[in-house]
């Protein structure tokens, strides 16, 4: 529903309650409570409930609620890091499966001798997020087990700095990252990508909702919110090398 007809709807039932004791409907108030938070947070980073409490700014009833019965901690702003982050990645899916439509019939063909055909991208791309998904989970992945000793050296290294540059180094992968097909069409390809994302998705917030870390093999523990915004990077990386090739 686009926000035109989101707010005639909401005119239209307010009108027909004035004058009587009926409440707006509980859905309809979530709604609207949404579109508006999820509009402020386009523009700006939100603060946490204690955060705007704090700053001498008014609260809801229902804000004001949750603060004196639900107190807001660091895993409630976890969830809403988590949640930004987890929208900034399907974005970037979406992007890289636009690209791959845009192909046609060098979906299967590489980019030059050595390199990766898009349908070989698509597949690496998923077969990342879906180990990624597993790691959440607390399950075995097929990435790379460096030494626990040089986890701080790699994390600094490539992880923080790939989130700081926000760009991607050019860099070998692990057989079982390096496909030697992928997909058959890009029809398959935007399937074989949305459902592995899903599996990521879903991972990850099972995991922020529990305040836990990623456990990863490579970088040793972070943060669940910028392990997401580090596989955003590395989707958007290969986009752009699919982007090269429409």
């Known amino acids: 529903m686009n926000d035109e007809r989101f707010f005639t709807i909401l005119a239209v039932q307010t009108d027909a309650m ?3 004791r009926e409440r707006v409907p509980r859905r309809l108030k979530s709604r609207l409570y949404s579109a508006l938070v999820s509009e402020q947070a386009a523009s700006r980073p939100l603060l946490s409930l204690p955060a705007t409490q704090a700053a001498g700014r008014p ?8 603060i004196a019965h639900h107190p807001v901690g660091a895993r409630e702003d976890a969830m809403a890091d988590i ?6 990645s399907r974005e970037a899916i979406d992007q890289l499966i636009v690209a791959g439509e845009k192909i046609g019939p ?11 055909s898009p349908s070989q991208i698509v597949e690496h791309v998923a077969r990342s997020l879906e180990e990624s998904a597993n790691v959440a989970a607390g399950r075995r992945s097929k990435f790379p087990k460096l ?5 701080p050296l790699v994390r600094l290294l490539l992880f923080k ?5 926000e760009g991607f180094p050019k860099a070998k992968t692990n057989k079982a990252m390096d ?9 398959e390809g935007r399937s074989r990508l949305e459902t592995a994302h899903q599996k990521f998705d879903e991972a990850c917030r099972q995991l922020a909702s529990r305040g836990g870390r990623m456990a990863t093999t490579i970088f040793g523990r972070v943060a669940v919110e910028d392990y997401v915004r580090f596989m955003e990077i590395h989707t958007r990386h290969h986009e752009k090398q699919m982007a090269d090739r429409s």
Request: hydrophobic residues 40%.
């Open 18 to 20: 004035q004058g009587t």
């Open 59 to 66: 609260l809801c009833d229902s804000e004001a609620g949750k």
């Open 83 to 88: 949640n930004v982050e987890l929208a900034a």
């Open 106 to 116: 060098a979906w299967a063909a590489p980019r030059a001798p050595g390199k990766w």
């Open 147 to 151: 030494p626990v000793v040089i986890h």
């Open 161 to 165: 700095r790939v989130l700081k540059n």
């Open 179 to 187: 496909p030697e097909s992928g997909p058959a069409t890009p029809a």
